[in-house]
């Protein structure tokens, strides 16, 4: 059969679309709750266009998750902004990890090297923090496909259905 065939998404791609989905959906919630509080017109003219930007990727997105190897299970969505604030320092700590990753490569002097180094490793460690702290509290539902896509819509749908 050729992946043009196919019915389902291949595992890894959904992962990958849940992670885009995921970050943008925050992304976009912190957008536009910021929108209101700028009065510079250039900038406000730049968060609309990002705004706006972000709606139509997140939009594309969501169309693949019925075709994810796992239905997601709709549920009600996680009203408390806890998920919203701990799901934002996740993304940060990943981000961190990875921007940290990287730098590290490009290093030649072995003091910048030390310290972007130890950097990294505190960047693990909370990523391990706030990942454990969310799974804890059922915002992140790592082994369970379907209830962490579903995660995925709710947010998006909240993403995308706020004013700003």
């Given at each position: 059969m ?15 679309i ?22 510079d017109p ?7 266009k ?9 939009k594309?997105?969501v169309?693949?998750y019925?075709?994810a ?5 709709r ?8 998920a919203?604030?701990?799901g934002d320092?996740?993304a940060?700590m990943k981000t961190s990890?990875r ?18 180094t130890d950097?990294?490793?505190r960047?693990i ?10 799974y ?13 896509l579903?995660?995925?819509?709710n947010?998006?749908q ?7």
């Amino acid at each position: 059969m050729s992946t043009e065939e196919r019915d389902t998404l291949a595992w890894h791609e959904t992962l990958e679309i849940h992670e885009l989905t995921a970050f943008q959906a925050i992304g976009l919630i912190k957008l536009k709750k910021a929108f209101r509080k700028i009065n510079d017109p250039e900038l406000r003219g730049i968060y609309e266009k990002t705004i706006q930007g972000l709606e139509i990727n997140i939009k594309e997105l969501v169309q693949f998750y019925p075709a994810a190897p796992v239905s997601p299970d709709r549920n009600e969505p996680l009203t408390s902004d806890l998920a919203f604030y701990a799901g934002d320092l996740l993304a940060l700590m990943k981000t961190s990890v990875r921007n940290y990753s990287i730098a590290i490569t490009e290093t030649a002097t072995p003091a910048v090297r030390k310290i972007l180094t130890d950097h990294l490793l505190r960047s693990i460690q909370g990523h391990e923090r706030i990942f454990r702290y969310m799974y804890k509290k059922g915002y992140y539902p790592s082994y369970d496909l379907g209830q962490l896509l579903a995660n995925d819509l709710n947010n998006a749908q909240k993403a995308l259905s706020m004013d700003y």
